[in-house]
């Protein structure tokens, strides 16, 4: 049997009792961070789960399937995933890959940052379409994430942005060579975002700027949400781009223009320079 396992967003105590059993009479169990990152280290994982896990990274997820599932007919491999497994795209390619081995496989959800993301106050089925901001360098500056938040606001909706993590990735030199050299891990802020986003904004013309989407624009910031530092803060894209909310991982929502009075006095919690009352059209 395979089984896709999700480990939740917060520590080692966040698996399910049922996903526990299943890691503990596994024969295999990888456990996939390239994706996501836990708060806590691979040893104390190791600790808490009773036994030995080996670390699939993104070679081995994207390119080396076939690896993890051998045998799974047989016996018992498990795939851990931080957050749910139906959280990325990555991982349904190897359900699909199971059932074309004839492997009988199994899913064991947990929490996302696609639910976990109401704790702001924000309710789930205000929410457009999820968009992705991904790191700009000096010549590749994509803005199509831009086109979705538009879209959310017209329709009065809220967007969440997750927001980029290089985790293992090759160096342009190291490609040329072919011979694999990793950059240092990077995890992008709220602050990066906003930044990028105000860059994008400061393009478009007066009219799209005071209808859609401008630096006095309301915006949520989230850190290490599930975990014990868990931070919030809302703020204006002028100011989000000077906040320092911590360690990673953080996400971006960018409200809708009207939000239900019970939204603006939760997320009024968590602004002492604003009244959102003046946000809420």
């Not at 996302?112 to 000096?138: H, R």
């Not at 990066?192 to 904004?201: N, P």
């Not at 906040?243 to 997320?267: C, N, Q, T, W, Y």
């Amino acid at each position: 049997m395979f089984y896709l396992i999700g480990l939740g967003l917060g520590d080692i105590k966040d698996i399910t009792v049922k996903g526990l059993e299943i890691v503990k009479q596994c024969s295999r169990v990888y456990l996939e961070m390239y994706t996501s990152i836990l708060g806590c280290s691979l040893e104390d994982m190791q600790e808490f789960y009773g036994r030995p896990l080996m670390l699939a990274d993104r070679d081995l997820v994207e390119q080396g399937a076939d690896e993890i599932l051998a045998g799974a007919a047989e016996t018992d491999v498990a795939l851990l995933v931080v957050g749910d497994p139906f959280g990325a795209t990555t991982h349904t390619d190897f359900i699909l890959r199971a059932k074309e081995k004839n492997i009988p496989y199994k899913v064991i959800h947990n929490a996302s940052i696609m639910n976990a993301i109401g704790c702001c106050g924000l309710q789930l089925y205000k929410f457009g379409e999820t968009v992705s901001i991904p790191y700009w360098d000096e010549t590749w500056k994509p803005d199509s994430f831009y086109d979705k938040i538009k879209l959310n606001r017209l329709h009065n909706m809220h967007t969440l942005c997750l927001l980029d993590i290089k985790v293992k990735e090759p160096t342009p030199e190291s490609l040329m060579r072919k011979r694999k050299e990793y950059m240092p891990p990077r995890f992008m802020s709220c602050a990066e975002a906003a930044q990028q986003l105000l860059t994008i904004v400061e393009k478009k013309d007066a009219l799209e700027r005071n209808t859609v989407l401008n630096e006095q624009s309301l915006c949520v910031g989230l850190a290490r949400v599930g975990q014990s530092t868990q931070q919030i803060v809302v703020g204006t894209l002028h100011g989000m781009r000077a906040m320092d909310l911590g360690g990673p991982l953080h996400s971006l929502i960018i409200p809708a223009k009207e939000m239900h009075p019970l939204e603006v006095e939760f997320l009024q919690q968590y602004s002492d320079s604003i009244k959102l009352d003046d946000y809420n059209h």
